[in-house]
């Protein structure tokens, strides 16, 4: 099977830079694509942007893609989300999630694996 663990949420002022990390293991052979969604309060989950790990082609949420930066280092199975210039609205819990066959960069149904999710809380 395949596991992922998020880390590198916190707490952070707007205008702010974070990076979230997620790390995959166990069957990570069979991975091709790894993503970052997230949930605010009060609603719907989103994608927010996904990598494909042979090629590292990436795919972004509109919203976001000029602040928002996704890399894999398929050394150590592990993917990065880089946040610049946080905003509050960005506040949410992040999640990993991975796919072995890419049907949809931005659905959430088309990822099998998730992580337990990290938070990040961006507040002056």
């Known amino acids: 099977q395949v596991q992922l663990a998020e880390s590198g949420g916190g707490s952070a002022q707007p205008g702010d830079a974070l990076t979230l990390s997620c790390e995959l293991s166990?069957?990570?052979?069979?991975?091709?694509?790894m993503a970052w969604f997230r949930q605010a309060p009060g609603k719907e989950q989103e994608f927010v942007a996904a990598i494909r790990r042979m090629s590292g082609n990436a795919y972004y949420l509109d919203s976001v893609k000029d602040r928002v930066f996704i890399s894999r280092d398929n050394t150590v199975n592990t993917v990065h989300l880089v946040m610049y210039s946080l905003m509050p609205d960005d506040t949410a819990i992040y999640y990993c999630a991975a796919t072995r066959a890419l049907i949809s960069w931005t659905q959430k149904q088309g990822y099998g694996y998730w992580g337990q999710g990290t938070q990040v809380a961006v507040s002056s």
């Open positions: 166990g069957r990570t052979d069979t991975i091709n694509t």
